[in-house]
């Protein structure tokens, strides 16, 4: 089935460091969605993106939907320690309408080092 | 405020033994799905509903069922839990945006 490659796997980084993490996909999208697992809870939904080269910020937060419509990437700036958790992306294709399945990626471990 | 609530958080069973997972939104979502997430795995679609009586297999529905009597439920049936089964599963809703909100998970431990 279709995958969503992301990666970084994990990243230790420094507060205050800025944090980059990407989404790639064999086939095109028409939605990209970011979400941010905590321990112990469920992913909750961090940017939503619907338009080739939309770029939105949440904050801290930037994604963007890559114009090519096969990739997405999340930026964290000036990080803090409670940007600690799992990120994910995921993707819905074209054809898929509005409502149709979600592909997720594998996540991305976040881990801020005070 | 609209939630997507799961019961039990919390459920230690034996194998061989029947369990239902509760998911309740009071979004009025037409959409509800189910996930198992595993270290290494990700998060892995179990079953779907697009709408009452309406129900679909995921990538991993073997051993699981669903049914939708009305719009706010989606009980998810393991009807002979393995250990394979072992798992953290997340209740989703999604309306017309296609923006995915999820419970809070409950976490299976089957001996």
């Known amino acids: 089935g279709q995958q969503l490659n992301q990666s970084p796997q994990s990243m230790f980084i420094q507060e205050g460091e800025d944090v980059s993490m990407n989404c790639t996909s064999s086939?095109?999208?028409?939605?990209w969605l970011w979400y941010k697992q905590d321990p112990g809870e469920g992913p909750v939904l961090l940017i939503a993106?619907?338009?080739?080269?939309e770029l939105t910020s949440n904050g801290r937060l930037t994604a963007q939907f890559g114009i090519t419509r096969k990739d997405s990437f999340l930026n964290i700036s000036a990080s803090i320690p409670s940007d600690v958790g799992i990120y994910f992306c995921a993707g819905r294709s074209v054809g898929s309408g509005n409502t149709g399945k979600l592909i997720f990626g594998q996540g991305t471990t976040l881990q801020v080092k005070p | 405020d609209a939630e997507i609530t799961q019961s039990p958080r919390h459920k230690i069973t034996e194998t061989g033994r029947q369990v239902t997972l509760a998911c309740h939104q009071t979004w009025n979502h037409n959409n509800m799905f189910w996930y198992r997430q595993d270290l290494g795995h990700g998060l892995r679609l179990i079953h779907y509903s697009y709408g009452v009586q309406d129900t679909n297999k995921g990538e991993v529905s073997d051993g699981y069922s669903v049914s939708r009597s009305n719009t706010e439920d989606l009980p998810l049936t393991l009807e002979s839990a393995a250990s394979s089964q072992t798992s953290v599963y997340f209740c989703a809703s999604s309306g017309s945006t296609g923006e995915l909100f999820f419970g809070e998970g409950s976490r299976l431990t089957v001996l």
């Open positions: 086939s095109i999208f028409n939605t």
């Open positions: 993106l619907y338009k080739a080269g």
